[in-house]
């Protein structure tokens, strides 16, 4: 048993746990970073495909406490990664993380009131749980295909792909159609001899140029000279701006289906539109994947697109249904990852927790289990501007806590229907049981400003 005393146990060194490290730090209450791989960044420190990148604009994605200055719009995973491993070293988060400690189970002692966290590196304990242990399942999801097992060539999951890897003289086929594929294929056809992307069905995407304009130049400027006001003004306006586009698209699908034809029939065509470019789906029923560099390499044929599902495998091709045959010596599966909330069993008194559709109050206290904040980001927008907040509203319950002689928070288990704000394919697949949303519009813009004002008046407290 780890004989410190920690106020707060965090579980995770991505976004959320630096994020939650910053804030308790700041506040002055005792914390550690549990964290089972051997660096920091979460999904920043294992995606490393060629391509890898945000969608998000990152002078919005990064934090508010140390906003990422730059001439580009969005960043690659490696500058992310810097970026992030920065923060850690300067705002002293970087002493509190326990690295290559992998929780198992926690169990919290309603009589004592406090978590026994169960690691790969002993016992630790706390009164509090914060679970930053992200929602992708470390299994990317993998579909069957007939005749995988015959191919001679080279297939592997982009999660598994290393950066800086080339495909100098080979021949490759890219499978997917999400925000992965988006920003791998042109990084791909870079270095390949060539590159068809195979899709099952298409995606909304808008390409982008990388530059960042006029606003965000100023707002930086300002920034550097001392004038910090104005990036803060500039990324509540961003997350307006996401907001804001995420309801007219969903509220005027017709007009959003015409901003599309627009955006793409100039580049390649109406018969290329129609066939690639035209979802069954309507904008922002699933995330929207950002382009660069995309509409380029389709002129120039550095990447061919199909669209038809997999027949079957061969010794050298994939063979699609309609009866074309693609050679290749490189197969690369962008098909996505599962979700996982929840990365360890949770016990209270000596009931296990059960967690599929367990509600989520406002995105950060879960059903029946107290003493718990599990800040859940925004999926239509930078993740960041939802788990900040909420990772502050959950910091100011923990001293109103203190101040009051309490011991326990929590929210009651109920049942509540399942809405998620987007419904891509890892969401439908785990629709069944995956956690439901409550007390929450979705829309950061609104959730914050109730957030910030989080009433403790509205909690279980004991
Ligand atoms: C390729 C890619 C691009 C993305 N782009 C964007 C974007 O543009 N904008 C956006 O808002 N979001 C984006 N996201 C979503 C992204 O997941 C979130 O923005 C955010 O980074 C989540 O941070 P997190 O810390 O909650 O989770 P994660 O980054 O998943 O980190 C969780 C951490 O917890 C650790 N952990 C998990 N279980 C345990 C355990 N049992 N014990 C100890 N440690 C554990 C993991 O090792 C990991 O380090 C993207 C995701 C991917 C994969």
């Avoid at 992030?84 to 400690?101: A, K, M, N, P, Q």
């Avoid at 006001?229 to 289906?257: M, N, S, T």
Wanted: aromatic share 12%; proline share 5%.
């Amino acid at each position: 048993m780890s004989d410190a005393a920690y106020d707060v146990i965090v579980i995770g060194a991505g976004m959320t746990g630096i994020a939650a490290g910053h804030y308790l730090g700041e506040s002055g209450i005792p914390y550690t970073i549990l964290e089972a791989n051997e660096g920091v960044g979460g999904v920043w420190h294992t995606h490393r495909w060629p391509g890898a990148r945000c969608d998000s604009d990152f002078i919005k994605y990064s934090f508010s406490f140390k906003p990422f200055l730059s001439d580009q719009c969005l960043q690659s995973s490696a500058t992310i990664r810097r970026y992030l491993e920065d923060v850690v070293g300067e705002f002293s988060i970087l002493g509190h993380i326990r690295f290559g400690t992998r929780v198992l189970k926690a169990v919290f002692d309603p009589q004592v009131t406090r978590w026994t966290v169960h690691t790969t590196r002993g016992l630790f304990t706390a009164r509090y749980l914060l679970n930053g242990n992200g929602y992708f399942s470390d299994e990317p999801y993998v579909p069957e295909f007939a005749g995988v097992e015959t191919f001679r060539g080279e297939l592997i999951h982009t999660s598994r792909v290393e950066g800086g890897c080339s495909f100098a003289g080979k021949k490759v086929v890219l499978v997917g159609s999400g925000s992965t594929a988006i920003c791998a294929a042109p990084a791909i056809a870079e270095s390949a001899q060539s590159l068809v992307l195979v899709q099952r069905s298409p995606s909304y995407i808008y390409e982008v140029d990388n530059r960042v304009g006029w606003l965000i130049r100023i707002s930086q400027t300002l920034y550097r000279a001392g004038w910090k006001q104005p990036v803060k003004w500039l990324r509540a306006y961003l997350q307006a701006r996401d907001d804001f586009i995420f309801v007219g698209f969903r509220r005027f699908p017709r007009l959003a289906r015409w901003i599309f034809r627009r955006h793409w029939i100039g580049a390649v065509g109406k018969r290329a539109f129609e066939d690639h470019f035209t979802p069954r789906y309507n904008p922002w029923e699933q995330r929207i994947a950002v382009a660069l560099g995309l509409k380029d390499k389709l002129r120039t044929g550095a990447i061919a697109i199909r669209t038809a599902a997999i027949e079957r495998f061969t010794e050298s091709a994939l063979v699609l249904k309609g009866g074309e045959r693609i050679d290749c010596d490189v197969c690369i599966l962008a098909t996505g990852l599962n979700l996982r909330f929840f990365s360890f069993d949770i016990h209270v008194g000596d009931r296990k927790i059960d967690l599929e559709r367990i509600n989520f109050h406002k995105g950060l206290l879960v059903g029946g289990i107290p003493n718990y904040f599990h800040p859940m980001g925004s999926w239509h927008s930078a993740w960041t501007q939802r788990c900040e907040p909420l990772t502050r509203a959950a910091i100011r319950i923990m001293r109103y806590m203190k101040a009051q002689g309490l011991g326990t928070v929590s929210v009651p288990r109920r049942e509540v229907p399942c809405r998620p704000g987007i419904t891509p394919n890892y969401v439908k697949r785990a629709l069944a049981t995956m956690p439901r949303l409550e007390g929450t519009t979705d829309l950061p813009t609104l959730d914050n400003m109730d957030a910030n004002r989080f009433d403790a008046t509205r909690l279980h407290l004991a």
